[in-house]
């Protein structure tokens, strides 16, 4: 079975803090994402990476970073958080090239900025 | 730019009985896939039914099947007899075939299984 992993599923953070997300996947996929999911919202692409080192910006980066320095590994930054950006985060990936392949979605993570 | 519409915020059905899921997309690409993706209120999202969109022929994955209208660009998914377990929140899913692209999520509809 695919496993996305998410590094927490529940987080409380202070403002202003810097935070960390992380997500790992066993499938040697290439693609990888991070959304975020609001009510009424649906799920709204951050930032996407096609393979190490590469990223692209989503509809929502502003306040988020990304890292990829391995191909099962995807970092969501948050670098001075703020309590617009409690939310849950959902980590994701994929196969490339096809569009045939379905996602692969980690548990999520609910943030709570305080 | 590709969008996703599912016009049902909400909505509930009686167990066993049948119901259908709107979603409609825009885009200007022929060749794509679409997704119907479930989310229970465990959280874990998974993949319901996907359709290719060259193929005619609409889905089916035991009681969930599609009606892909592609010149309408409409992509409804019928649940039939009804579960308790289907309780979750749907969401249509847009991704470009042969493209190293991102997917697009419609907003959700929030699925009640009623008793």
């Known amino acids: 079975d695919v496993k996305v992993t998410q590094s927490s599923r529940y987080l409380v953070k202070r403002t202003g803090e810097k935070v960390f997300l992380e997500c790992v996947q066993d499938?040697?996929?290439?693609?990888m994402f991070w959304y975020r999911q609001d009510p009424g919202l649906g799920l709204r692409l951050i930032y996407f990476s096609y393979d190490v080192k590469m990223k692209e910006k989503g509809d929502i980066p502003e306040g988020y970073s990304v890292s990829r320095e391995k191909k099962e590994r995807f970092s969501l930054i948050l670098e001075s958080a703020s309590t617009n950006q409690t939310s849950m985060y959902l980590c994701a990936s994929s196969t490339p090239g096809t569009g045939n392949t379905e996602a692969f979605f980690g548990q999520g993570t609910r943030l709570t900025v305080v | 730019a590709q969008t996703v519409t599912q016009s049902q915020p909400e909505m509930s059905v009686q167990e066993a009985e049948t119901v259908t899921l709107s979603c409609t997309y825009d885009?200007?690409?022929?060749?794509?896939?679409l997704f119907w993706y479930k989310q229970p209120p465990s959280r874990q999202m998974i993949l319901v039914i996907r359709?290719?969109?060259?193929?005619?022929q609409n889905a089916t994955e035991n009681r969930f099947s599609v009606n892909f209208q592609k010149a309408a660009k409409s992509f409804s998914l019928k649940i039939s007899d009804s579960q308790l377990g289907d309780t979750a929140m749907y969401f249509c899913a847009f991704h470009l075939r042969n493209r190293d692209d991102k997917i697009i999520f419609g907003k959700g509809t929030r699925l009640h299984i009623l008793p």
């Open positions: 885009t200007s690409e022929s060749n794509y896939y």
């Open positions: 499938m040697d996929h290439e693609n």
């Open positions: 359709q290719e969109a060259y193929k005619q």
